[in-house]
């Protein structure tokens, strides 16, 4: 295995080895950190999808050390750390203590910050986050009901949350070239610079960060920056060209949508489908006053499902969003709606749903876990960030695990249309 990655939510992970495929990288994501009972897993890379992007930051450390001590194992000659293109971390945590307990771990001095990927809108310019055309506090994160990202520089963002030196290579340096970047890497090195952000506004931006890491034991970043990486190890021999990564099995069975995200592109995604498939909003509330939601959705379902994909859905406006958290806590809520939605999508499955489609990071991290999936192929894209994949183990299940954020309005539709 050449490259060894660790991301904090489930879609990430998907995000990210679903680029490694695209550049000719086969992959296999691991649900977890896998244990003593894994078979041998045989691929190029592999993401191990933790769920640790919200919880405290001691235990999102201990998580991730976890999962690099196996990918050691595994004989990977380079690492990389995977969180949101959005950056969504709290003054707490957990993107820099992870990445600083990961340096540690490998003995290396310095590394990169890059959460870029612009086919999604994500570029960085003077250490700045967009989302689109306006700067991430303007983009609706502001609003996230866990990590609410209210500053768009990454340099102060990321400097809140270490002790270690944070610097910035910026565009300038980028657009000179490879050999520029790893110039600039040294010397913010040498001024005691532990943690750079690097600025990136194209693909081709990225093609020229990845080649400038090729030294660096450890890369962080959004799955954007994976983009430039597998090209090194091709370079060394190691990496053969013209591979195609992306096979999967044919699933046959029922077709479903599961989303808990309430970003405005799920949202606008949910409302979308509904104007052409039937949907079923499930009320937080309901849930939390005793009433058996998950069985009124699955019986609603199954009289469904024979003529076509159905959507299930907790997605809501801020609004919603914050009535029910103050009604019964941001915590307590986020875990009943996981815990809902992950039971009627095990529910789906015993049905006969073999393509299911899951909308949202800590949602789809819940419903991988209740369905006990352990590991997945990694098939051809959907949409910038988002591949079909195809669970490892009996029952097989094609699986889309969508970020909160990614996809065009008419996503599901099109997702399903490119499994047939």
Request: hydrophobic share 45%; charged share 20%; proline share 5%.
């Amino acid at each position: 295995m050449l490259l060894g990655c660790i991301a904090d939510d489930f879609t990430g992970a998907t995000d990210l080895a679903g680029t490694l495929v695209k550049s000719g990288m086969t992959a296999v994501q691991l649900i977890g950190v896998p244990t003593g009972d894994m078979p041998p897993v045989e691929a190029d890379s592999a993401v191990v999808a933790l769920k640790s992007r919200t919880i405290p930051p001691k235990e999102a450390i201990a998580q991730s050390l976890a999962a690099l001590d196996w990918l050691r194992g595994q004989g990977c000659r380079q690492f990389f750390f995977k969180y949101c293109s959005t950056f969504d971390s709290t003054d707490a945590g957990n993107i820099g203590p992870v990445a600083e307990a990961l340096m540690a771990a490998l003995d290396t001095e310095f590394t990169i910050f890059c959460p870029a990927f612009p086919a999604n809108g994500r570029t960085v310019f003077k250490g700045y986050l967009f989302a689109g055309d306006v700067l991430l506090n303007e983009s609706g994160m502001q609003d996230h009901p866990l990590t609410p990202m209210t500053d768009p520089n990454l340099v102060r963002v990321l400097q809140r949350q270490t002790k270690s030196k944070v610097g910035l290579v910026d565009y300038r340096t980028v657009a000179a070239g490879a050999a520029a970047v790893a110039a600039a890497f040294d010397a913010l090195q040498a001024d005691g610079v532990r943690m750079a952000v690097v600025d990136a506004v194209s693909e081709a931006d990225l093609m020229t960060i990845g080649a400038a890491a090729k030294n660096l034991s450890l890369v962080t970043g959004g799955s954007g920056i994976g983009i430039g990486l597998p090209e090194n190890f091709r370079a060394a021999g190691s990496l053969a060209a013209g591979t195609a990564a992306d096979a999967l099995p044919r699933v046959d069975g029922y077709a479903a949508v599961i989303s808990g995200s309430c970003s405005r592109a799920t949202q606008g995604q949910v409302a979308q489908f509904g104007r052409v498939r039937p949907i079923f909003q499930v009320d937080p509330l309901l849930a939390a006053a005793g009433e058996d939601v998950v069985d009124e959705a699955l019986d609603w379902a199954k009289s469904k499902l024979a003529d076509g994909p159905v959507l299930i859905y907790s997605t809501a406006d801020p609004d919603e969003v914050r009535r029910v958290q103050s009604e019964l806590g941001r915590d307590a809520a986020g875990e009943l709606v996981e815990r809902t939605l992950a039971s009627i999508a095990e529910g789906l499955v015993d049905a006969g749903v073999r393509k299911l489609i899951v909308a949202g990071g800590e949602t789809s991290g819940a419903v991988v876990g209740c369905l006990g999936v352990r590991g997945l192929r990694i098939g051809p894209e959907i949409d910038p960030g988002v591949p079909w994949t195809v669970s490892l183990g009996d029952p097989e299940i094609a699986l889309a695990l969508k970020s909160g954020n990614f996809g065009g309005p008419e996503f599901f539709t099109q997702a399903f249309e490119k499994l047939a």
